[in-house]
Structure formats: C-alpha cells, structure tokens
C-alpha cells in the first residue's frame, strides 16, 4: 500500500494494481450514456493510481516539509510524528531541541509578500456612462463576495503559506447552492404555507410527486447559491502529466468526508456507498490513521478542449459514480487559480524554497543539539573513582559516578570548552539560509549594525525587495486570476429573479446594502492589478515618509489627506475630524457626475452653511483639472458640478466678510472663485457726486478720489473690517449663471 495515495486501501483483492495510464482517452467513450459507467470507473481508476504512484515522491516531500514547518525534525513522519518523547525523558539523556528558523523565515517571506495588497480594477471597454457605472457597481460585487469568503484574511494567508511549505497551493473556485441568502421564492413560500410544509412544486405549479405517488415537501431552507473559495493542499491534486499547466487537461481533487453525509448528499445512490477498512493521512497528527467512517472523494474535472467541447465533472469513490455531468462553468479553463512558489524550466508542480535551505536548517539544529549537549556535559560533574574506594551517597546528588579499579583516587573530570570557531560556523549557516531564502535583518526588525537613518533602512528594504518582483508578479498574476473566474462563475450562476444585493463600504466607513443588476455581468470588462501604494507599510516608515516630502513641497498636503494616507483606519475620532468632509465631497462628486435614471436632485446636494466648504471646494475643484470631466463626462453632468461649485463660492464669500480667520484661509486659494463673482452694491449719492480735481502728482488719500476694491464696500478699501455682504444683495444662482457663467477667477492680490 501506499504511503501517500489514498486509493489503494488494505482490503484491495484480486484488482490489477499495476495502474500504468489508460491506452485510450477518456474522451474516446460516451460519457452520457449510464451503460458505460463500469468503462469509464475503470478508466478514472487506472488513471487515478498512475498518478497517485507518480506523485508519490513529490507529496513524501510535502508532507515532510509541512513537519518541518511545525519544528518536527528529528521523528519518522511516516510511522509516528507526534511520539517525541520516545525515551528522552531517561536519566542523563538530552531532549533534542529544534531552532525552528523555518517557521519564521516562512512567515516574513509570506507578510511581505501579502503586504503588497494588490487592488484589482474593472474598467468598461468604452466610454459609455452606463458602462462606467456598471464596472463600478460589478467591482462592488467582487469586493463584497471577498469580505463575505474574507478572501484578504484568511483566504489570501492560506495560499501564500500553503505555497511557500509544499511549493505550489490551489483555490477551487467553485458553486455552491447552499450558500447566499434565502431565495425571493422560498421566502414567499414561507409565507404562503406559515407553520406547515412547503411543497415542491413543478413549473405547472402543482405538488411533485415521488415514484410511489407521495407528495414531495422541501426539508431544508432554499437559498441563492454563491461563489464558493474552497483552498486544497497541494498534496490532494493532481494533474494530467504534462509540462506546463497550460497544456493541463484534466486533473483530480480528493477530499475526506463523513460516510454518513456523503448518503444524504446522494440518497439514491446510499444503498452502494460502502463503509471502507482503509487508511487515510491524518495532516493534523501527520501520520496514517483508519477511516472506518469516512470516504475518500475524488472529483474529475476537464475542461473544455476541442476534444471534449462540454468538458466533464465526475464525483466519484472508489466503486461507485457519484455525479456525472458537463462541466458547470462557461470558462474554458479548469476551476482553480494555482499559486507556485519556485518554478522549475520543464517541471510541472511547484518547489518549496524548503528544498534549497533543509540542508542548512538541518545542519544548524544538529550544531545546536551538540552545543547544547556539551553544556550540559560540562555543568554536570562526574566523578572518577576506585571502585569500592568511596561512599557514593557522600558525593551529592545530580553527579555521574564512574566507577573503576586502581590505586588512584577520587578526580571530578570536566569538559573541555567548545571552541569559538564552532560558534561563528553556526552563525555563518544562519546567513547562508537568510541568504537563500531572501529574507534578512531589515525586514525581521534587526537594521544592519550602525545604520539608524531612515532613508538608509527603506533603501535596503528596497533592494530586499527586489528578490520579490518575481514572486509578486506571480501572486499579482493570482489575484487577476482569482477576479477574472470568480465574475465568470457570477456570470454563470447569477439570475435575476434572485434579486441579489451586496453590501458596500460607503465614503464615511458606513456599510450600505444596494441591489445587484445581474446584467451587468453581461458586458466586456478589462480586469486590471492597480500598483499598490509606494508609501512603506510600516507606520513610523509612513509617518517619517510623509513628514519628508511635507518638508520638501510644502503646502502640498492638507490634514486630512496625511491622514489618509497614514491609513489610520481603525482610528474613528480622526476619521470623524479630519477626513469625513473629504469623503463627503467625493461622494457629492459622484452623485452630481451621475446621469439618467436615480439622480439626486441638486437640491438635495446643495451645500449647506455648516459643511467646511474650503474642504469641499478642494474637492470639486481637483475633478475640474482631470481629463475625464473634460473630455468623457457628459455635459448635463458638467453643468452640476459647476453649479454645485458656484453654490460652494457664494457660502464662502459669505463667510468671508464675516469671518477674519476664514477670510485668511481664503487667500491661500490661488484660484477661487472660480465661477461666482459678487455684483457690487449700486454706488451712492457720495460716489456720484462731480469731484473736484486732484492737482497733478497728489497721492490717494485723505484729500484724493476713493478708490473702491471689486466688489467690497468703501471702508474695506481704506482697509477697515470688511462689511458683511448682505444676503438680499447676493445674486441666486440663475442670477450668477446668466450674469456671471463661467467667470474668470479675480485677484487674490
């Protein structure tokens, strides 16, 4: 039997167990027809053991390299792994010890190249609005299908580390019916028959019956469906024998499950699922264990090839077919995304960076034992002496007695010191594995000896990072991946009498539910990895980062974008006071640029006395300057905007002649107003009045012509306090859009 495939099981009698690969391709049989089972289990068989026999030295390494993740080093993984005490505990014998370098050279290689976060964009392939506003509203749904899988927690750290231990890890992007919410039908069900058992109804609305004329009744909550993640070892797939995965065909995935719950799944075919004397790997306690009461699940899938135009998904154990059907998926690949950590030119599977550093790890613990051994030999005292010379309990406890024949007496021997050479080859392995496995000082908190600046460390984090570019393009090539299927299997799956919702993360860190178009998965979208951020992940990196560039440009960034890009997101009171009006603004950009049906009236975004209007204003500005506005936005949008914009002037000038402080704030903005200009007031009898003429050379002043600043009163011309501007004097909106349009800015000076 073997150690690491699951289909051979100790009761195996008379079956051929050679299993060299089928003669003749699947494909060559009609798969439809129920009269070729028995063919086709045969073929799926002998496939499935020459593959399980092919891959058994690879998984041998796998399951190995996962022992030495979790510090097993010195114990048989095969008999049993967990059995570390086998003697150890007798007098005098030393507990071997493990440094496990491994498991933390595992981890930072894996943070770092989480870290990274790449953000997945869903552009149109055009400039239509509608298209626009359907790859927003799609890329809503891919995020909220990632929080409810919580993809970048646990989904994306088990990939990343399932690769980085055995070399390559899988994500089965798949379907299942029994997730989602409650579905619109059995909902109105419930409330169509309260407190009593819904009927399974056929598409005449009457009752379904089973062979024996009984009413069929639904026994279990009927729910959407939805986008399955399901993350399998590495161990428990195998791939038709090629040399690139693009070439791959076919493969299968095995999984354990309860024997018990595998005959509700398929109560027609319960009667045939047999409980199995056989021996399953247990991945917890790494060892083989019985399953008496399991079953070990095997899925063939195919994809669509012109050989096999409907593909094939098969389910089945060891003697019986379970499923047999064309494959569920339009896309014509296999239904999962593959993440490698070393490739190989011409190999198949992944390699763990485990396989170039076991060596030294390895020899690094075995140094350490023997240093540790030493210690202990040389703190534990041993004394020589005759034998019969001395009485043995008068020598103290915890001591080695040695006992021999002669005229000499009693001598405490001592070990001699380990020589210091040792120590500096043990430190020299240290860096030679930190050396292979990329991962050094810098990025595991311990900077190089005498370098303090700032600037130094972030750049010898860059040149680590460097050892990265080709692990981080393929874990960007992961993340697309991941996207592009999981819209496709939507696509697929997704109706609209489901009346889906998803729930988004509003501008104000506010969840909001908002209904799903299914349609929109209808059209063309180019599905792109945005470049992360460029600022250090790191906090005080971040925060030493911004302070520098401030001091380079100054004026450059407000509170609240520092505050932003700090990415103090679990801090609500800065949140609340610093950015909340900024994300207000964003979301009246958006609604104000949106045309057609579900507008909100202007009237209803119209600014109100109480917002901070230099915030919002820096804000609606900045949309004016980028090239969509001009050149894609349509011009009904346009126009809202700017009139938002003029609104937002008028309040500010408002409160500028009222407010000194304010009226300074508004002098560092070199090109408000931009639309709204204040009419002067009528001039007065005074102002009308003939004046006599001033002599040649006379200066403005107290016996000269009065010279009026635009649009402010006299006494804030001989530089008095400003005059508030009154209310009634102000021009509306209509005013200032027939009157002023698109004014060109005034003066600051």
Known sequence: ?????????????????????????????????????????????????????????????????????????????????????????????????????????????????????????????????????????????????????????????????????????????????????????????????????????????????????????????????????????????????????????????????????????????????????????????????????????????????????????????????????????????????RFTDVDYPGQLYGVSFYENIKPLTSTYNNI???????????????????????????????????????????????????????????????????????????????????????VALQFLSEQESERYNELVLKYNDLILGIAQMTLAVCGDYYDESDERTVRVLGKNNEWMTKFFDVAYLEKDYDIRIQNSSALPRSVAARTQTLLDLNERFPDQFTSEQVIDLLDLAQSDKFIDSATVSVRTAQAENEELLKVGEGVIPEEQLSPRDYENHIVHWREHTRVLQEYSFKFQTPKEAQDRLINHIRATEMLMVEQEASNPLFAQEIQKLALFPMFFKAVPPPPSMAETAPMASMPEGASPGMNGPIVEAPGLPVNAALGGEPQAVAQEKLPSLETQAMVGGAVQPTSQS
């Open 1 to 337: 039997m073997s150690n690491t495939g699951y289909f051979f099981d100790s009761q195996d009698d008379g079956m051929d167990q050679s299993y060299t690969h089928p003669k003749y391709p699947i494909y060559s049989m009609d798969l439809d027809d129920p009269r070729n089972d028995k063919d086709i289990l045969s073929w799926l068989q002998a496939e499935m053991g020459y593959l399980e026999k092919e891959n058994e030295p690879r998984i041998r390494v796998m399951r190995r390299n996962l022992a030495l993740y979790r510090g097993i080093q010195y114990q048989d993984i095969e008999s049993r792994i967990d059995a570390r005490d086998r003697g150890e505990d007798r007098a005098n014998v030393v507990r071997k010890i493990v440094c496990n370098h491994l498991y933390d050279l595992t981890k930072n290689r894996g943070s770092r190249l989480i870290k990274f976060k790449p953000a997945v964009a869903i552009l149109p392939t055009n400039d239509e609005l509608s298209d626009k506003v359907a790859a927003k509203v799609t890329k809503q749904l891919l995020d909220h299908i990632w929080y409810v899988q919580d993809f970048e927690g646990k989904i994306q750290n088990q990939l990343v580390t399932n690769a980085l231990v055995m070399g390559e890890s899988y994500l089965f992007i798949l379907w299942n019916k029994d997730q989602g919410d409650l579905s619109p039908a059995y909902v109105e069900a419930q409330k169509k028959y309260p407190n009593k058992k819904i009927p399974l109804l056929n598409e005449n609305g009457q009752i379904t019956q089973d062979a024996q004329g009984n009413d069929i009744y639904i026994d279990r909550p009927v729910r959407t469906g939805d986008v399955d993640y399901r993350v399998v070892l590495a161990s428990e797939v195998l791939l038709q024998k090629k040399q690139k995965l693009v070439d791959v065909d076919y493969c299968f995935m095995r999984e354990l499950v309860p024997t018990a719950e595998l005959r509700l799944r398929y109560p027609e075919k319960a009667d045939k699922i047999k409980d199995l004397d056989s021996q399953v790997y247990d991945y917890e306690k790494l060892e083989l264990r019985p399953a008496r009461s399991e079953q070990v699940v095997y899925t063939f899938w195919h994809r669509r090839s012109p050989l096999m135009d409907k593909g094939r998904k098969i389910v089945f154990i060891k003697d019986v077919i379970l499923e047999n059907e064309e494959i569920p998926f339009s896309h014509d690949q296999l239904p999962f995304i």
């Open 368 to 454: 350490t034992n023997m240093l540790v051994r030493n210690i202990v030999l040389a703190s534990h005292p041993k004394w020589m002496v005759p034998a019969g010379s001395v009485a043995l309990d008068r020598l103290g406890n915890d001591i080695t007695i040695v006992q021999y024949k002669g005229p000499t007496p009693p001598v405490l021997a001592t070990a001699t010191t380990v020589p210091s050479d040792v120590f500096a080859f043990r430190e020299k392995l240290k860096e030679e594995f930190q050396q292979i496995s990329g991962v050094f000082g810098v990025s595991r908190g311990e900077p190089p000896p005498g370098i303090k600046a700032g």
